[in-house]
């Protein structure tokens, strides 16, 4: 059974840090591409930030991580805005041989202004 588990979310003023953590079990964590994304309210879920097995990342103002010993994927959010408000996601995706693709049940950051 796979299990994503996703925390570290909470409530921070604007300009604050939080760091969120998934970890995943289930799965060899290591040939997986780990994601994080979110979704606001009102608003589709979008891509936040990404890492490959072999450690490539994409992402924008957040530092993604992984530690495949700890099974554990990180996004380390500084500078924090209140539009960065939005529940966020745990991803683990495979696409090689088969198509394998499991999410987390998410962990809220609010942002207060």
């Known amino acids: 059974q796979v299990q994503l588990v996703e925390s570290g979310g909470g409530l921070v003023q604007a300009g604050g840090s939080l760091r969120l953590s998934c970890a995943a079990s289930g799965i060899i964590f290591s040939l997986y591409t780990m994601g994080w994304y979110r979704q606001a309210p009102g608003k589709q879920r979008e891509l936040v930030a990404t890492i490959t097995s072999d450690g490539s990342t994409n992402y924008g103002r957040f530092t993604i991580s992984r530690d495949n010993a700890k099974n554990t994927v990180y996004l380390q959010m500084n500078s924090l805005k209140p539009e960065d408000t939005a529940v966020y996601y745990c991803?683990?995706?495979?696409?090689?041989?088969?198509?394998?693709?499991?999410w987390g049940q998410g962990t809220q950051v609010t942002v207060s202004s």
């Open positions: 991803n683990a995706k495979r696409t090689a041989p088969f198509r394998y693709d499991y």
